[in-house]
């Protein structure tokens, strides 16, 4: 038998987002895995912002948007989705596209892998976390970050799956059906197929929010994946900068290249002046 194969996958869909993922792929390659990094892009990427992943080894693979009917896409579309479920407690940036979402679903069709870890770009590794591929299918942390009792939904920004041509044709058929309307597009879909989903601790997939929300929750010895929800570390001067500034300065450590500073001597928010 061949050995398994296994990625790291995320998804670029515009320029903004190809700066996230430089700053993830260079934090998972300091965590030593050897594991494959494949990079979903769309068309609304400029091939000069994807080249700087070249220099990770990733590999960059095209994709484009799922066969959707107009329907479907009209209801989706980011004015009427944001209208119909409007985002109360943070704020997307204007170059969020919700349709875009559903692209992470292009994973299932990387059957040349065993297994594959997804990960938002906007997020970043703290800690080697290959014994992710040894999950189950379906995997996903909880979309935690306002309190305990959000622990019932998954947050698809990091989640374990195993490639199969076979399910990615269920999940077309279980997508596109009449006046379906996916409130939070991929991850309220992700979590009606996947209703048994199997529950990673939330350090593998810590939301940015906890930071002021929850403080006694963040333990920076224990977090493995810091995922910027909501506002995203290279925007300027956005609404939660001040309350976040020690998570977005990490970040840019990453983007930078820069030396990175032992995680068991930073503050957490309740140390933190």
């Known amino acids: 038998m061949s050995e398994p194969r296994h990625a790291f996958v995320t998804l670029v869909t515009n320029d903004d987002y190809a700066m996230g993922a430089k700053a993830l792929t260079a934090s998972l390659r300091r965590t030593g895995t050897s594991a494959d990094i494949v990079v979903l892009y769309t068309e609304g990427v400029d091939d000069a912002r994807l080249a700087p992943l070249l220099q990770y080894g990733c590999r960059l693979k095209p994709v484009e948007h799922l066969p959707l009917s ?22 997307k940036p204007a170059f969020h596209s919700p349709l875009d979402n559903f692209c992470k679903l292009r994973l299932w069709q990387l059957i040349e892998y065993t297994s594959c870890v997804f990960i938002d770009a906007d997020a970043i590794v703290l800690r ?4 992710l591929f040894r999950y189950p299918e379906f995997s996903a942390a909880p ?12 947050n698809s920004g990091v989640f374990v799956a195993q490639p199969s041509e076979k399910t990615f044709q269920r999940m077309l058929e279980r997508l596109d059906r009449p006046a379906v309307f996916w409130k939070r597009t991929d991850q309220t879909f992700l979590q009606d197929f996947f209703p048994d989903w199997h529950g990673l601790p939330v350090y ?25 929800q909501y506002e995203k570390p290279w925007e300027t001067n956005h609404p939660k900068a ?5 998570l977005i300065e990490l970040w840019h450590v990453f983007y930078a290249g820069d030396n990175l500073q032992d995680l068991s001597t930073m503050a957490n928010p309740e140390e933190t002046p």
């Open 204 to 228: 593998f997939n810590m939301l940015q929010y906890v930071w002021f929300t929850m403080p006694r929750l963040w333990d920076w010895q224990s977090i493995y994946v810091l995922h910027y």
């Open 143 to 154: 979309n935690v970050y306002g309190s305990l009792a959000d622990f019932h939904r998954l």
């Open 70 to 91: 107009a329907e479907f896409n009209e209801r989706h579309a980011r004015s009427n989705l944001h209208a119909a479920a409007p985002f109360t407690k943070g704020r």
């Open 242 to 246: 001040d309350k976040l500034r020690p």
């Open 128 to 131: 080697n976390i290959d014994k």
